[in-house]
């Protein structure tokens, strides 16, 4: 009896340990900066989950925050095309090959999540996390890798 009690212990503690893993959370503000500059996807993750939450107060026509991921060097030419794209399409250029996932666009008090398949990114390859909200790539952006 010890031992299926002890063996049920381990699966309530171990299973939310390791599904939490494959996902992580960002927090955003008014301020324009997000909680996180670096992201690491496990490689044994298949899935893999961004839950986004804006804590500020401000709406997302004034003060909008999403998170889109792309290869570092795409960053740049993906942000200047967000201003194109506006706000109906969260500023990400719809069918962007370039964009490898992106969250909905929120406002002060909301929270949006992406999941994306781990097999769109390569070990060894740069990528960027970045706000396409028009300007805030300069404050609001980080580094996203595949780690062990």
Do not use: Q
């Amino acid at each position: 009896m010890k031992m299926k009690g002890l063996m049920s212990l381990f699966f309530v503690i171990a299973i939310p340990a390791f599904a939490n893993d494959c996902s992580v959370s960002i927090e955003s503000t008014d301020a324009m900066k997000y909680d996180k500059n670096e992201i690491v996807v496990k490689k044994s993750c298949k899935e893999f989950t961004v839950n986004l939450s804006h804590s500020g107060k401000l709406p997302k026509n004034v003060m909008g925050h999403n998170v889109v991921i792309t290869k570092e060097s795409d960053a740049r030419a993906v942000a200047s095309d967000a201003a194109v794209a506006g706000p109906d399409n969260h500023y990400v250029k719809p069918e962007d090959t370039r964009v490898i996932a992106f969250t909905t666009l929120i406002g002060g008090g909301e929270k949006t999540s992406v999941t994306f398949n781990v097999d769109k990114l390569k070990a060894g390859e740069a990528y960027s996390f970045f706000c396409s909200f028009p300007g805030h790539i300069s404050l609001m952006k980080g580094t996203l890798s595949v780690g062990s």
